[in-house]
């Protein structure tokens, strides 16, 4: 079963996107989240692997964006839709911005473009799933989704980063053993492209890492030009 979350306030909105949903799958389960609050607890518990939602909440005007920070926070890669009535030609850039997958204007979109689009964001969760069912942690101190959306794995533990440090630690371990430019680090990240943005997230995923294993010391600084990516007592 593929567990699927909607966020949205409105109840008949809700509903009917809960039941578009269940028309496009079989293999569905579905929660509904009417405020803020409940979302936020649903999503600090539960690994969803779609998540559809609403920017505005209630009162909450921004409510959606506070949520897909807390999916980012949790470094999980969940595919996040956003149905909103604001317009698409000034959030849609935002959203994406957030790493959201797409944004659905409501009024100007049928059952079947939603439809298409949410098939298109399950088979995007299945091939995460699988790849993390063929990941053997155990075996290989990193383990990286190939999709770069799914969060790493340290020796078997979940590393929780954002996705911009994810995006940061796939370029540095596919190249591991080389030096990685700041120029080319700089592709990984959408905005705040200098030398202190990229080490501000080298910083955090050290510190995510350090919390599973305070002696990793795999992310090695070259002055100058960049970091290297080193394996475990590689350092001479």
């Known amino acids: 079963m593929y567990k699927v979350a909607i966020i949205e306030d409105d109840q008949p909105t809700s509903g009917q996107i809960r039941d578009w949903v269940l028309s496009a799958a079989t293999d569905i389960q579905v929660e509904q989240w009417f405020t803020r609050d409940d979302a936020e607890a649903a999503i600090a518990r539960e ?22 920070n807390a999916i980012n926070k949790y470094g999980r890669g ?13 959030y849609r850039g935002i959203m994406k911005a957030l790493d959201a997958w797409d944004y659905l204007q409501k009024t100007t979109f049928e059952e079947p473009e939603f439809i298409d689009t949410f098939l298109e964001m399950l088979r995007a969760a299945k091939a995460r799933r699988q790849s993390a069912a063929q990941r053997q942690p155990e075996n290989d ?39 990685v430019s700041y120029d080319e680090l700089f592709a990984a990240v959408k905005s705040g492209r ?37 394996n475990s007592g590689a350092k001479t």
């Open 141 to 179: 101190e990193l383990s990286i989704d190939p999709l770069h959306q799914g969060a790493p794995f340290w020796r078997g533990k979940r590393v929780n980063v954002p996705l911009t440090a994810q995006r940061i630690l796939a370029v540095l371990h596919e190249r591991r053993g080389e030096v």
């Open 47 to 68: 690994d969803y692997d779609l998540v559809i939602l609403d920017i505005e909440l209630g009162r909450d005007r921004h409510a959606g964006v506070a949520i897909i």
């Open 78 to 90: 969940t595919p996040v839709l956003v149905v909103s009535a604001m317009p698409a030609t000034i």
């Open 194 to 230: 200098n030398r202190e943005n990229i080490r501000k997230h080298i910083s955090t995923l050290r510190e995510a890492f350090r919390e599973l294993d305070e002696h990793f010391d795999c992310i090695e600084n070259v002055p100058m030009r960049g970091f290297r990516w080193i």
